[in-house]
């Protein structure tokens, strides 16, 4: 905890090293151009707070979010995003809390991290791609002894540009192409007694329960890899994830791949729910044994 709180004057002259990278000049200061990584680390994050060039999103319950949160904090629960999951509204949503085009922006919850993926997914999807997640979760960022703070954060409306990433989106009729490519990979986040129950025919599972650690909501990106490779897939493989319903796990599988240096992924948002639904076909372990419950 000490070591968190403490200066690190090395870290720090890191830190503004890459900030002095940016050319633009958003609202004249030139620290909101800081290009976050995947992951941003808890001391990163303090100085980004600091330097008040960053929105910090909370997607936990707006009553959570009301009875504390990480200072400078705007909440903007899961609910909201899926109950206004289009692009416009996503990017009005955007501007609504202040987040310009080039603004970094560090999203967290209380939740191993699913619930902040799916977010931050959304956000690069319509365009905001300076979007990294927090390495913790709330709950540890409490236990660690760190600052707190009860008050609602309101920003100034911005603009913001709409540039869908159409890259990193795959819909049903995407996923029908997926085995009749063998380059395309498509990977079931779900627990392994789910995945056996029942799944898109030819997924592979790397369960989300194997991608966080202690401490943090993933492994190291050599851990993550491992597991990819012992699946046969290769890094030049696109890769599609999906879950069980609106890609909350899946969403923090999409995170691990790209941590583990996949640079192909795309998110099934809809996941395996809406895949029942529209009557597509299924895959399951009718013979399944003791050790097709493991996932390693």
């Known amino acids: 905890m000490c070591c968190l709180k403490a200066s690190n004057e090395e870290q720090e002259r890191t830190f503004n090293l890459k900030m002095e990278k940016g050319s633009d ?5 030139s620290y909101t151009n800081f290009r976050l990584p995947i992951i941003c680390d808890v001391h ?19 009553e959570d979010y009301q009875q504390e949160h990480i200072p400078t904090a705007v ?7 899926l109950k206004k999951d ?3 509204e996503i990017i009005n949503i955007l501007q609504n809390v202040g987040i310009s085009d080039s603004m970094p922006v560090v999203v967290y919850d209380d939740t191993f991290g699913a619930l902040a993926a799916r977010v931050a997914w959304t956000f690069q999807y319509i365009g905001h791609t300076n979007t990294a997640l927090l390495e913790m979760t709330f709950s540890h960022w409490k236990n660690l002894g760190l600052q707190t703070e009860k008050k609602i954060n309101i920003f100034p409306r911005t603009e913001h540009t709409l540039n869908v990433n159409h890259g990193i989106h795959a819909d049903a009729s995407y996923i029908e192409t997926v085995k009749q490519q063998p380059n395309k990979i498509l990977i079931d986040s779900r627990e392994r007694l789910n995945f056996l129950t029942e799944h898109i025919p030819g997924a592979i599972n790397i369960p989300y329960t194997m991608l966080g650690s202690n401490g943090s909501i993933f492994r190291k990106g050599e851990d993550i890899k491992r597991f990819i490779e012992n699946r046969g897939i290769s890094a030049d493989s696109e890769i599609i994830t999906y879950c069980g319903s609106v890609g909350t796990l899946s969403g923090l599988a999409y995170y691990a791949l790209k941590l583990a240096g996949m640079n192909n992924v795309k998110l099934y948002s809809q996941s395996f729910r809406e895949w029942k639904s529209l ?4 895959e399951e372990f009718k013979d399944a044994n003791y050790w097709d419950l493991s996932a390693e």
């Open 25 to 29: 000049d958003d609202n004249n200061n």
């Open 86 to 88: 289009t692009p416009q």
């Open 279 to 282: 009557g597509k076909p299924k």
């Open 44 to 62: 990163t994050l303090q100085i980004l707070i600091q330097k008040r060039t960053v929105r910090i999103v909370d997607v936990r319950k707006e």
């Open 75 to 81: 909440s903007i629960p899961l609910a909201e995003i």
